[in-house]
């Protein structure tokens, strides 16, 4: 029986430096703030759209997000702020997933950000339960020749696609997101992450252990 479908609306996160934030993800990205007050701040990816970004102000920074990842609805979009990116000397990193192509970078407190477009679900490859998901190069300039116009802010159709922790018990993961909220476990990278997601998706949700084991980090 399929199950509920399953969709990330909204993320709130910790931020220290408002200015920063600010310069990042508005002047940068192209969000746009939608409701601020000294507490926090609401971003949407367009005018007139619902926030599904909100930024709490002050305080300490934000810990155990590995990365949010923001899922673009084609290439020619993402090689469109792929080139604004470059052309601002931010630094990026890519990775070819097989299922997916991804961007990563980093905002001006570190937190990670992870810009995708998804291939065809048909062409994914699945044996028992688990999805294939490598990670080779991505061909930069093959991307770069899909842009189609200079990037003016996020396009119609952007969502949060997963939500990637750092965590230090895969157990404890397991029992959080297979157990309570009934999620699939369908990618493993040894024993250092798990992969989740509903419904046949690539993952919706991800723990690794890579430097947090140790942790007194709880998912």
Known sequence: MQKVKYEIKHLTMRVVDEQRTRVFYEKVLGLV????????????????????????LGGKAQTGLYHMAL???DATELA??????????????????SVSEA???????????????????AGWDWQDGLV?????????????????????GFPVGMKIGHLHFMG?????????????????LVSKISTSAHFYSNNHY??????????????KLDV
């Open 103 to 121: 961007l990563y970078i980093n905002d001006f407190e570190g937190n990670g950000i992870e810009l995708y477009h998804d291939r065809d679900a």
């Open 33 to 56: 703030d939608v409701q601020s007050d000294e507490k926090e701040i609401n971003y949407a990816f367009r005018e007139g759209e619902q926030p599904f970004l909100t930024m709490l």
């Open 71 to 73: 899922l673009f609805p």
């Open 132 to 152: 294939t998901m490598g990670t080779d190069e991505v061909d930069g300039e093959q991307l770069l020749a899909k842009k189609q116009h200079d990037w003016a």
């Open 80 to 97: 469109s702020l792929l080139h604004r990116l470059l052309t601002l000397q931010i630094p990026v990193g890519a990775g070819d997933h």
């Open 202 to 215: 690539h993952h919706h949700h991800a723990v690794n252990l890579w430097q947090s084991e140790n942790s």
């Open 168 to 184: 230090n018990h895969l157990v404890t993961a397991d029992q959080f997101f297979m157990d309570f909220l009934q999620m699939d």
